[in-house]
């Protein structure tokens, strides 16, 4: 993945550049009306994008409670002492 090749400063750059390009195309096209516009399909865009990474964010965190919750069982199970069959 492209995050584990680039520094933290570089992956900021990155996840800010499509709203910066959008931003420079609201203001660098036609008039008022058509600024209005290209603002308000970018500010769509980051609405979807921000709910699609709280989704994701959510079932990370989903996943990492059930790996834990796994975790704590088998390490419960394995220092549960088990009766001697004698």
Same mark, same amino acid.
């Given at each position: 993945? $492209?995050?584990?090749? @680039? =520094?933290?400063?570089?992956?900021? =750059?990155?996840?800010? %550049? ?6 420079? $195309?609201?203001? %660098? ?6 600024? @209005?516009?290209?603002?308000? =399909?970018?500010? %769509? ?6 709910? &699609? ?5 959510? *079932?990370? %965190? &989903?996943?990492? &409670?059930?790996? *834990? ?6 390490? $419960?199970?394995? *220092?549960?002492? =088990?009766? *001697?069959?004698?």
């Amino acid at each position: 993945m $492209i995050r584990e090749q @680039v =520094t933290p400063e570089e992956w900021q =750059t990155l996840c800010a %550049a499509p709203w910066a390009v959008g931003l420079y $195309i609201a203001t %660098a096209v036609g008039g008022k009306v058509q600024e @209005v516009h290209e603002r308000l =399909t970018l500010g %769509a865009a980051l609405h979807r994008a921000l709910e &699609r990474d709280h989704e994701m964010m959510s *079932s990370r %965190a &989903r996943s990492r &409670r059930a790996s *834990s919750a796994a975790a704590r069982s088998l390490s $419960i199970t394995a *220092s549960t002492p =088990t009766k *001697s069959p004698l």
